[in-house]
Structure formats: C-alpha cells, structure tokens
C-alpha cells in the first residue's frame, strides 16, 4: 500500500493571490474607511454578500488594504469613508452618497453604480494585484 501511495502523482498545492487597495482622496480622519470584495452575479454589492471585507479607522490621503489568500478569480472592489461611523453609506433624499464612495479600478458612479465588468480585478493564482480607488464625495 505504501509503495502504491509513494508511486501517486503529488497533490495539487492550492495556490492563493493577493489583492490590495490603494484608497485614495481620504478626507479627514473622522470615522472608517470600509472595503468589501464581491463576486460577480447577483450578490454584487447586496449587502451582507461580501466575499470579503475590512475596515479601519480613517487617515487622511491614501490607506492600502490588503487581502491575502484569495482564491484565484474576479472580484468586484466597492469602498465607502463612514465618516460618521454609522455603519451605513449615507445618501440624501435623491438617493446620491453624501460619504465617500469609490470601486476598484478607478471605476466611476454615473446615475448609480458600475457595472461589475467595470470594477473586475482578477487576481490570480500566485502573486499580487493591486487596484485604484480614489474616494469622491
């Protein structure tokens, strides 16, 4: 039996990416900056359906999020600056975010939000991809 087991081609090493996010424009320090991860298809951007996600308190110019051991594939990058660290993207009576909201790829909200093919950053099996995602308030 041993002999048969040594005999096998190895296992397959599951490989995991990187992704980081360079959020730019930060203005001021007051609340959090929150970073969420979706997939493609119907939970992008529904809350609560995040792959991923983190936050931390705001700096002003530019914070780095990093999340490491991704499985390989495409991923939708939303960011908002709770400002008033409600937990909630604040908006006014026209439904427009009064807090600062950014996508990966630099990706722009023009009469709502972009599409996932707009914001898809594929991260791949090994190694780091790094995406843009300037603040606009």
């Known amino acids: 039996m ?36 979706y997939g493609e298809g119907p939970t992008f951007l529904k809350q609560g359906q995040e792959e991923a996600a983190s936050f931390r308190v705001a700096a002003p110019g530019t914070m780095t999020f990093s999340f490491p051991d991704l499985a390989a594939g495409r991923y939708g990058v939303a960011v908002f600056h709770d400002a008033n660290a409600n937990g909630e993207l604040d908006s006014n009576l026209l439904g427009i975010p009064t807090e600062g909201v950014a996508f990966s790829n630099a990706a722009r909200a023009n009469f709502g939000p972009p599409s996932f093919a707009d914001v898809a950053v594929t991260v791949p099996e090994e190694g780091t991809v790094t995406t843009h995602a300037p603040l606009t308030y």
């Open 2 to 37: 041993l002999a048969v087991a040594m005999l096998a081609p190895p296992a397959s090493i599951a490989h995991a990416g990187e992704l980081r996010i360079a959020v730019e424009n930060i203005v001021g320090s007051d609340g959090h900056v929150r970073v969420a991860l």
